[in-house]
C-alpha cells in the first residue's frame, strides 16, 4: 500500500473543500426576492443572465 504524502492530503482536503462550497444552497429571504424583483422592473438594476 502506498503511502500518501502531507501534499497529497493537502490537496485532497483542498478539492473536498472546493466540491462542498460549490454545492452550498443560498437561501433568500422573501423580501429580499421581492425587493430585488421591484429594483429590476423599476429599470435600477439589470437582470442576471442564466
Same mark, same amino acid.
Given at each position: 500500500? =502506498? ?5 497529497? !492530503?493537502? !490537496? =485532497?482536503?483542498?478539492?473536498? =473543500? ?7 444552497? =443560498?437561501? %433568500?429571504?422573501?423580501? %429580499? ?8 422592473l423599476?429599470?435600477?438594476?439589470? #437582470?442576471? #443572465?442564466?
Amino acid at each position: 500500500m =502506498r503511502t500518501i504524502t502531507l501534499k497529497e !492530503q493537502r !490537496q =485532497r482536503v483542498n478539492l473536498s =473543500r472546493k466540491l462542498h462550497m460549490s454545492r452550498t444552497r =443560498r437561501n %433568500f429571504s422573501a423580501k %429580499f426576492k421581492s425587493d430585488l424583483v421591484l429594483e429590476v422592473l423599476k429599470g435600477e438594476k439589470e #437582470p442576471i #443572465p442564466c
